[in-house]
């Protein structure tokens, strides 16, 4: 397959290696440490985590367009849009993606797919009504440099730690709450699995905290790559001050039911309540996304001049 034109990002690469050497430790000793507290278990568990995995790693295309009401659209249906992903696709020297639309308020717009010839790009239609087709373009660009860049699988098997822990945690808490730490059991039981669950919920805490900040480092790769590839930085920034504060008009309902998704989403969308701490959110602030989008344009200006 031919190079992308996306502008390579070392500091991305070393950091997948990082977080994948990390998980890869916090693994073996969670591994380890499970199958010396419960034996029996472990083998059960991880064949139902690895069918969660390969699940949503071969068919993450479907699955993100089934869960966002998303539907594939041609070229007669959406031709201003396939016409703005024909031309990423041409100086990006990518294949062009499959194009769909989610009919929602929601401003924003995903993509998805284990590789560049399964991927497909979705937009919503509030984000259609929302922009130009200038800031169009450098969202579309942003979405389609996560492809470029194996985002998608790399994220998936990121999570498998996060998903076979939580899902240890979930089950222990159940068990134990259905009777798992009755008095009338075995307390060699009880203990058991208190210990599953403490290790369970420790090595997801720690998935957790690092896929995140992966995540973090994907938005302001791509915001980077978009920018450079366009030419455009100030058009996606205005994008991303568009879609933030149209963000606030949209009906609390609409968000929440939108937040499950935000990795996947340009830009977050959030329902207000509780400000949750920069080390679990899915993406980096508006301002840092911002500050980095000024830079370069202040450093295209410089070589333009």
């Known amino acids: ?76 249906e959406a031709p201003e849009l396939h016409g703005v992903v024909d031309r990423i696709s041409a100086m990006a020297n990518v294949p062009k993606p499959r194009v769909a639309i989610a009919d929602t308020d929601v401003p924003n717009a995903f993509a998805t797919g284990r590789n560049q010839r399964r991927a497909v790009v979705c937009v919503t239609t509030g984000l259609l009504r929302r922009l130009d087709p200038v800031e169009l373009e450098g969202v579309l660009a942003h979405e389609m440099s996560h492809v470029a860049h194996r985002d998608v699988a790399v994220m998936t098997v990121a999570s498998f730690l996060g ?65 450079l590839l366009t030419g455009r930085p100030s058009a996606l920034a205005g994008a991303l001050v568009k879609i933030s504060g149209d963000m606030a008009r949209i009906p609390t309902r609409d968000l929440r039911a939108a937040e499950p998704f935000n990795a996947f989403f340009f830009a977050p969308a959030l329902s207000g309540g509780l400000s949750f701490s920069a080390l679990f959110a899915t993406h980096p602030s508006l301002e840092r996304r911002l500050a980095q989008l000024q830079e370069i344009s202040a450093r295209l200006s410089r070589e333009g001049a």
């Open 1 to 76: 397959m031919a190079r992308t034109r996306y502008a390579p990002d070392r500091g991305l690469t070393s950091r997948m290696l990082v977080t994948m050497f990390l998980l890869g430790l916090v693994y073996v000793a969670f591994v380890t440490a499970f199958f010396v507290i419960a034996p029996k278990l472990g083998p059960a568990v991880l064949v139902i985590a690895a069918g969660l995995l390969l699940a949503q790693y071969f068919f993450s295309d479907r699955l993100a367009l089934f869960a966002m009401h998303g539907r594939e659209v041609s070229p007669e």
């Open 163 to 227: 998903v076979v822990a939580g899902l240890l945690t979930r089950f222990g808490l159940q068990f134990g709450l259905f009777g798992g730490f009755s008095r009338n059991r075995d307390q060699n039981t009880g203990l058991v699995l208190l210990a599953v669950i403490a290790v369970s919920a420790v090595a997801y805490a720690i998935s957790f905290l690092l896929t995140r900040a992966l995540s973090r480092y994907r938005e302001l790769s791509a915001d980077r790559a978009a920018a």
